[in-house]
């Protein structure tokens, strides 16, 4: 098991190394054929190297905080159109090389909402990064 771990390990198969053991009894009891045993392992490594990239690419986001769209409250802020909001979280804007701008008095929750949406994006496997009008004419008046 040690050399098969070596390999899995030298080939970046950190997914399947991670699983091995517990497949491998998984495969025992239930009987499984070869393939559906390496079908196991290669869903395995292919929801390792999607978490992996999302955890980076949040990393690399620079949100101040954690925020969904399930827990914002549109009852406060009945003002904002929830079908737009929605529209926005198909991430349709991206596709079509558009941008999200959101203007208003503080405490309206367009941080909370441009979070949601970012989140949203980054788990459709966009990049994303957060700034503020004020960070974003700096870094634009220092290039």
Do not use: W
């Not at 620079?62 to 549109?74: A, G, M, N, S, W």
């Not at 929605?86 to 596709?95: A, E, G, Q, V, Y």
């Not at 959101?102 to 980054?122: D, E, M, Q, V, W």
């Amino acid at each position: 098991m040690n050399a098969a771990r070596t390999k899995l390990r030298e080939f970046k198969l950190s997914g399947i190394c991670n699983s091995l053991e517990e497949r491998l009894q998984f495969a025992k009891e239930k009987s499984l054929a070869y393939l559906e045993f390496l079908e196991l392992l290669l869903e395995d490594e292919t929801a390792n190297r999607r978490d992996n990239s999302y955890r980076k690419r949040y990393a690399k986001a620079k949100l101040p905080v954690y925020k969904t769209i399930e827990d914002f409250d549109f009852n406060f802020q009945p003002s904002i159109d929830k079908k737009v909001i929605n529209d926005c979280l198909t991430c349709s804007f991206i596709k079509e090389k558009k941008n999200i701008v959101f203007i208003g008095n503080p405490g309206t929750g367009k941080t909370h909402l441009s979070i949601a949406i970012g989140i949203r994006a980054l788990k459709k496997g966009y990049k994303v990064l957060f700034t503020s009008v004020s960070d974003l004419l700096h870094s634009l008046n220092t290039a």
